[in-house]
């Protein structure tokens, strides 16, 4: 009769402590949403124009850069990670808005006062997404990398 010989257990188990970690796949799924969410509202803050006025209007520049972050003084990350993230099926979303009412006709565009003219828009928000595309699978990458890194140590 042959011998089967031994067998150690011990590193399946290490292996099955280290898979329990990754069961939190909402966690990290989140945390990439929010990840990209600042990214994108970071680049979106930047391009943002500011309006410049004269002292004697008494008017303050900025408030149209301010509304991303709800009038907050706090940096994208910071307010990003006081938003919810919505779950709808396997798409994480995370809405981010400028509450400013002429927020869209300074991104798209609009007539001037005398309906004779146009004001081209500056596209900040989708020149700004569309810079997000180009660099969220390497931040994608590098996130899980880092995430299954830390699972199997």
Known sequence: MARFGRFDLSGMK??????????????????CAKELAARLLAKVIKRT??????????????????????????DAKAYVD????????DTYVIEIINPVEYASYVE???RTANHKGW?????M???SENE????????????????????FK
């Open 132 to 151: 997000l595309e180009e660099i969220a699978p390497k931040v994608l990458k590098a996130k899980l990398k880092k995430y299954l890194g830390g699972a």
């Open 125 to 127: 928000m989708t020149i």
């Open 119 to 123: 004001v081209t828009g500056k596209f």
């Open 14 to 31: 290490e292996l099955q402590k280290d898979l329990q970690k990754l069961q939190d796949t909402d966690e990290f799924a989140e945390a």
């Open 82 to 89: 006081s938003l919810k993230v919505n779950h709808f099926g």
């Open 108 to 110: 798209f565009g609009h």
């Open 49 to 74: 124009p500011v309006g410049e006025y004269s002292k004697e209007t008494g008017k303050k520049g900025g408030t149209l850069r301010r509304g991303w972050t709800g009038e907050k003084r706090q």
